[in-house]
């Protein structure tokens, strides 16, 4: 069975590799794989603190948490280098209090870390921050070096790549639509128009401290990389415009300069990607009403979190097996149709 697949970001290349893995013909094609919004990422695989702070993600908290336990048998097919050392939350104490209550209503607990552990996992942390909470239960990839070893290990597989923007299933059998905020197939796959941008930037800057975990705060999160440090990231619901603006990039920065006042004066390096969302917060993955198109899109902020989940989902629906437990309430169709 031939397989096109659209798109080339988390989604589409954990179903391509899902794909080839059940033994179809896969060609993923993207104009720009290396700029998609995968790679605008802090690559949380963090089902505790979304449900926890998004009123949105709380309810399908099950959900997350099978989906992040998918990555550990994805970590071995492809060599993608999961961080487990857990995530780390400090703010004021309003804000501490709710995000221990949200922790209490998803049966979880947190680690209450006074300021002496505090400085040996963020060290330069501001000492603003007296306490915080801890948990082990959210992971991290590196987005760059993550889709490099899902490619590599689609490639190994058989899956073909081609540099071009499909207008349909091409010489395949079936079609994935995982093109994110981008409307382009919107004619194929009419479910497309359900979709929202969001725009988000993120900062990554040179240099980051020794042992550094990841540390979430009110509106700004950092997190080590690539031998540096990441920043972010904004939302911008409805703002489809790619290029960067400085200044959503100049407030970030000042959120991360209250996070660490050495980053003071800092140049870092802004991008900016566009992601999607659906009216709910979880992605459209299943069959279009256009027969042989399946979508996998519309995961908003969690799209690495989602990806093996997404693409266990798809490989079912295009081989007819059975898509699991979780497939119902990811259906297309769950929105009424299509426009």
Not at 82 to 105: N, T
Not at 166 to 195: F, I, N, Y
Not at 256 to 279: E, I, K, N
Request: aromatic letters at 4%.
């Amino acid at each position: 069975m031939k397989v096109t697949v659209a798109g080339a970001g988390a989604l589409g290349l954990c179903s391509a590799l899902a794909l080839a893995d059940a033994g179809c013909e896969v060609t993923v094609w993207d104009p720009a794989p290396e700029a998609n919004a995968s790679a605008v990422a802090g690559g949380m695989i963090a089902p505790a603190f979304e449900a926890a702070l998004d009123p949105e993600a709380a309810p399908a908290f099950d959900l997350l948490m099978a989906a992040r336990n998918l990555w550990p048998a994805l970590e071995a097919r492809a060599g993608v280098a999961l961080d487990r050392s857990g995530a780390v939350g400090v703010g004021p104490p309003d804000w501490l209090g709710a995000l221990q209550a949200g922790f209490v209503r998803l049966g979880l607990r947190m680690t209450e870390l006074p300021r002496v552990t505090l400085e040996d996992l963020a060290p330069g942390l501001s000492p603003a921050f007296a306490d915080g909470l801890m948990t082990r239960e959210d992971w991290r990839l590196e987005p760059g070096p993550a889709m490099a070893a899902l490619r590599g290990a689609a490639t190994a597989a058989g899956v073909a790549f081609r540099t071009r923007r499909a207008a349909d299933a091409g010489e395949g059998d079936w079609l994935v639509v995982a093109t994110g905020a981008d409307p382009g197939l919107a004619d194929v796959a009419p479910e497309l128009a359900r979709l929202t941008p969001i725009k988000g930037h993120i900062l990554r800057l040179a240099g980051a401290p020794q042992g550094l975990c990841t540390v979430r705060a009110p509106g700004v999160y950092a997190v080590p990389g690539d031998g540096g440090l990441a920043l972010g990231a904004t939302m911008e619901v409805g703002v489809s415009d790619p290029n960067p603006d400085p200044a959503q990039a100049e407030r970030l920065l000042s959120a991360g300069v209250g996070l660490f006042p050495a980053l003071a004066g800092a140049r870092p390096q802004v991008f900016a990607g566009v992601r999607a969302a659906t009216p709910d917060g979880l992605p459209m993955v299943g069959p279009s009403s256009t027969e042989r198109v399946i979508l996998a899109t519309g995961a908003r902020r969690n799209g690495w979190l989602l990806a093996p989940l997404v693409a266990q989902v798809v490989a079912a629906c295009v081989t007819g097996r059975d898509p699991g437990p979780y497939a119902a309430r990811l259906h297309p169709a769950r929105f009424g149709g299509g426009a």
